[in-house]
């Protein structure tokens, strides 16, 4: 039996669990360039759970037709949130994902930074590391028709 190529898994959404750094690595460097309205970010403080519905630009697909996707982003066992140049709940406010990472603050303790475009950045305590990202509809075009760039 052949190993699993890339794009044997093209068509399918993708549904990823990150609980250590490495995978994180991953689910981050999917979610790059990622956007939101401020008000699709939640913190369910009953349910220890920090929500973010994202349009996800389709990495994993190359250089076809540029593609984004709905996705769910939670991260479990949230204690306490906080933002910096972030107003949550703000339907105008149009917020782009850059990039997450993990800093421990114990034992499996620490802090899930999520750093948005424009000096944004949200911080949740966590308990532990434990992110699941689930694209949720289809893909579609990307509206602009190209991919993100970034410059040197």
Known sequence: MADARFHDGDARPLAL????????QVV???CQDAILPASEMRFLRRDRRLALLLNRFR????TRTPERVQCLLT?????????????????DTVLSLLAFDWVPTGETEGTLRLTFAGDGVVEAECDCLD??????????????????????
Request: glycine share 12%; hydrophobic share 40%; proline share 7%.
């Open 17 to 24: 669990w990150a609980t250590d750094a490495q995978d994180l």
């Open 28 to 30: 981050s460097a999917l």
């Open 59 to 62: 990495w994993e697909h190359g």
């Open 75 to 91: 991260a479990g066992d949230v204690t306490a949130v906080r933002g910096q140049g972030v107003v949550p709940g703000d339907a």
């Open 131 to 152: 992110v699941a990202l689930k694209d949720v509809t289809q893909p579609y075009r990307a509206p602009s028709g190209k991919a993100p760039e970034h410059g040197a």
